[in-house]
């Protein structure tokens, strides 16, 4: 799987939109890009995950470079909720979960009030 | 919709002990994975159990075993306990297997004294 590089910590104000980055300049052409969260001491949760053409769902957006080799998730309005650590993770195509999602350090999202 | 849960929350073991931890997985699903989160450390892959057989595991020793019910209910074994296996224990599920949009359980947290 293609690595990622995200920022360690990244502050947001309360009712702003938080936008995080992740490079994965070496994605293929079938792996998609995955976004998952953690709150403290909780199970990771699913946010979203794309291709190549911008996502949108009731949790966030999923914004992709033309080139793949980068993108950016958006909180449109982050609250307290959202502080979690996110991870950025490319995988291939839905058969290729047989060796389980592995996560690096992801980035700290902390919302400021 | 009840979500994944896991058992027991918290689990104290001292070296050389067995340990057991158990997961139901969401009303459905058919395949559930194990990962290992050490403190400080990302999410590691452990074992898939998919239809009630082990379709693959990670790379940790053999001590780590584990096995799913008819009723798709799991269980993970830790025998011959060592310090370093204390850890937050994720069990998640999916509909069927492999998959990389996974529903998570809280988690056992495994303290090794």
């Known amino acids: 799987d293609a690595k990622t590089t995200q920022p360690t910590s990244m502050d947001c104000a309360e009712g702003r939109a938080a936008n995080l980055p992740c490079n994965h300049s070496?994605?293929?052409?079938?792996?998609?890009v995955y976004w998952y969260r953690q709150i403290h001491s909780q199970g990771p949760q699913y946010i979203i995950h794309?291709?190549?053409n911008n996502e949108t769902n009731e949790m966030a957006s999923l914004i992709i470079t033309e080139d793949r080799k980068s993108s950016t998730l958006i909180l449109p309005h982050a609250t307290l909720r959202d502080t979690a650590v996110y991870y950025c993770?490319?995988?291939?195509?839905?058969?290729?979960?047989?060796?389980?999602?592995?996560f690096g350090k992801g980035t700290h999202l902390i919302i400021q009030p | 919709e009840a979500g994944v849960t896991q058992s027991p929350t918290h689990l104290i073991k001292t070296r050389g002990q067995q340990a057991t931890l158990r997961c139901s997985p969401i009303?459905?699903?058919?395949?559930v994975y194990w990962y290992q989160q050490a403190l400080g450390l990302g999410l590691q892959f452990l074992l898939w159990?998919?239809?009630?057989?082990?379709?693959n595991r990670g790379n940790f020793p053999p001590r780590f075993s584990g096995r799913q019910f008819p009723n798709y209910s799991s269980e993970l074994n830790v025998n011959a306990l060592e310090l370093e296996d204390s850890a937050l224990y994720l069990c998640?599920?999916?509909?069927?297997?492999?998959?990389?949009?996974?529903?998570f359980g809280p988690g056992t947290r495994l303290t090794v004294l």
């Open positions: 993770i490319v995988r291939p195509d839905s058969g290729g979960g047989a060796d389980g999602l592995t």
């Open positions: 070496t994605i293929s052409g079938n792996e998609y």
């Open positions: 794309g291709l190549k």
């Open positions: 009303s459905g699903h058919t395949s």
């Open positions: 159990y998919d239809e009630g057989e082990e379709r």
């Open positions: 998640a599920s999916i509909p069927g297997g492999p998959y990389n949009e996974q529903f």
